[in-house]
């Protein structure tokens, strides 16, 4: 009954409840190891139960690191992208886009600033999580624009001069 009870206080409190859910069972699971190693009648057997106990502590210490950085990412793509709220169509491709990120070792910060390298080299629309993982090894660097529209193809100083002097 206490499980369901904070179940329901935790939950309004925890943005991602399934990753805190994961991490309260390895909890759950290190606990009884170590207490059952209290319990037992030899000193062999509660090594052998401690020992269980540190292996599935350290376990259970990896995946947390794994879910921290998949938690960072995710906030961090919401944050950029979708700082009004995910909307439930878009869940899913959120989740690709972390994966991808993870792959890449990106870092929360570095998302935004190769997110600002696109933005002022293609302009605002251009900048979004599919094109920022395309194009993530494009913007490494600081690029500047190529002229300042850049949508347009860069044209010689002077071709077009002939045209002004028509019109007068």
Known sequence: ??????????RPWCSHWAAFRTVLAEIEHVASAYLLALTCDTATEAKQHAASAQAALDAAGERA??????IELWDAVVAEWFAD????????????????????NATPAEI???????????GAGKDTPASTLKHWSVFKDDQKP????????PVPKGKYDHLDRQAR
Request: a positive charge; aromatic letters at 10%; hydrophobic letters at 35%.
């Open 146 to 153: 190529q002229n300042d529209r850049p949508s347009r193809i």
């Open 1 to 10: 009954m206490l499980e369901v009870e904070s179940a329901r206080w935790l």
């Open 112 to 122: 935004g600033i190769r997110r600002k390298r696109i933005r002022e080299c293609w």
């Open 65 to 70: 690191t794994a879910y921290s950085e998949i």
């Open 85 to 104: 709220g995910i909307p439930d169509s878009q869940r899913a491709n959120v989740g690709k886009f972390v994966k991808e990120f993870r792959q890449l």
